[in-house]
């Protein structure tokens, strides 16, 4: 099957289930997802396996608003990967990488349980997912998702936080969690650093700015 025949299936099954969605994970993350990571597909050397790239971006944050259920996201991820996949006639030999893709998406710097990704795939993926939370979109939905999951937008008290990983909602306030990862090196590839400069600084003067206005001193 054409890649464009079971992308436009997969994308209405998408679409239906994160129809709703107020965590910052709408189609439009997932569709910029996408883009992004075959934009830097494209910039690397290597051969890369777009249709893999391009489901396991679609599906990745699926699960978003079963979190509220107690169900982890990546886990609805892999679960809607096994099912709806092999209906849309998505080619049965790649589903594996692109499960690993959802499984490792959201690995950090300083993640003590790092798994090693198999294929290259997952790296681009998580680079694209990377560089949806760096930058002005990614301040937006940041935000969306703290009002979400009632996680406090700042608080000073939380300077001192270890920033060895841990359950990022449980430890920090919502700008310390940009602030984490805009400390970290983040970026498995040249393409996505090179993509995400420009975000980069633009959200560092956002933290000063914000860091002022909110101590009143602006
Ligand atoms: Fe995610
Ligand atoms: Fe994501």
Not at 8 to 22: P, Q, S, W, Y
Not at 185 to 193: D, M, P
Request: net charge positive; glycine share 8%; aromatic share 8%.
């Amino acid at each position: 099957m054409k890649k464009n025949e079971w992308r436009n299936k997969l994308l209405k099954a998408v679409e239906e289930k994160v129809k709703g969605d107020h965590t910052g994970h709408s189609i439009t993350h997932l569709l910029r997802t996408e883009k992004y990571a075959l934009q830097i597909a494209r910039g690397e050397k290597g051969k890369l396996d777009e249709e893999v790239i391009s489901a396991a971006c679609l599906i990745h944050d699926v699960g978003r608003m079963d979190e509220f259920l107690g169900i982890g996201h990546i886990e609805t991820g892999i679960k809607f990967a096994e099912e709806w996949l092999p209906l849309v006639g998505f080619p049965e030999e790649k589903i594996p990488k692109v499960i690993e893709a959802i499984k490792l998406h959201e690995q950090r710097e300083g993640d003590t349980d790092k798994t090693k990704a198999q294929y290259k795939e997952s790296l681009i993926v998580q680079d694209a997912d990377k560089l949806e939370f760096v930058g002005a979109v990614g301040i937006a939905r940041g935000f969306q998702f703290a009002g979400a999951h009632k996680i406090p937008v700042y608080d000073p008290e939380y300077k001192e936080v270890d920033y060895s990983y841990k359950p990022l909602e449980k430890v920090l306030s919502e700008l310390h969690h940009i602030k984490k990862l805009m400390i970290e090196k983040r970026f498995n590839t040249k393409t996505g650093e090179k993509l995400a400069k420009k975000r980069v600084t633009f959200v560092k003067k956002f933290i000063d700015q914000f860091i002022k206005e909110w101590e009143g001193k602006l």
